[in-house]
Each structure stands twice: as structure tokens, then as C-alpha cells.
Nanobody, 126 residues
């Protein structure tokens, strides 16, 4: 069983930064990737970033373009997303997610991830 709780969302002006946090509670969790997704009302959920728990390899959505950084604190069981140079298009609900399996790479598809947090809202004003 994996429980994910996001925090750190909020409102920021264009060009600003936010740091999202995800607290992970897991019992016998064996999945490989943990990551962040985002979704606007009426749109599909899209992959923002993911990181492998085994070797630290990362995935980033094309739209990130070097602006975001995903990281983990293994000792505190936390996942972070540092977002810089935010623009209005980054306004979305952001979700923390965890893959169930240890055997595959990250495609960035939400279908790959089995466990989800409730989300935290990010609003960027232009």
C-alpha cells in the first residue's frame, strides 16, 4: 500500500518559482519510478517528471525544457519538484504518483502509475 500526499502548490507570478513536495508512506513498496503529473480541467493528465528509485535516472516532459528539477530525499521518504521560470501554461493541478512495478522504464504515461496523491493546485498569473 502506498499513500502520497502533495504540498507546496499555490499562486505565483509568471517567471517565479515553486517547490512541490510529496510525502510518501509505503509498506513493502517495490516500484521503480515515482513522479509528477499535471492536469487541467477537461484535459488529459500529462507527465511532468519522474525519477527512478534504483538508479536515479529521470524523465522530463518535453515542455519542461530545463525549467524543472525532480529530486528525492530517501531518508525522509519525500519527493520534490522544483519549478522555475513558471508561465501561465504551467497552471494545473499537480499530482504525485508511484509506479507499481520495478521492471520497466518510464514512458511518461499516467497509465504506467498505479498510486496517486490528491493533487496540489499551481496557479501562475501572467
Amino acid at each position: 500500500q502506498v499513500q502520497l500526499v502533495e504540498s507546496g502548490g499555490g499562486s505565483v507570478q509568471a517567471g517565479g518559482s515553486l517547490r512541490l513536495s510529496c510525502t510518501v508512506s509505503a509498506y513493502k513498496y517495490r516500484g521503480k519510478y515515482m513522479g509528477w503529473f499535471r492536469q487541467a480541467p477537461g484535459k488529459e493528465r500529462e507527465g511532468v517528471a519522474a525519477v527512478s528509485r534504483f538508479d536515479g535516472s529521470t524523465y522530463y516532459g518535453d515542455f519542461v525544457k530545463g525549467r524543472f528539477n525532480i529530486s528525492r530525499d530517501k531518508t525522509k521518504n519525500m519527493l520534490f519538484l522544483q519549478m522555475n521560470s513558471l508561465n501561465h501554461a504551467d497552471t494545473d493541478m499537480y499530482y504525485c504518483a508511484a509506479d507499481r512495478t520495478p521492471f520497466r522504464g518510464c514512458s511518461g504515461s499516467p497509465a504506467q502509475f498505479s498510486y496517486w496523491g490528491q493533487g496540489t493546485q499551481v496557479t501562475v498569473s501572467s
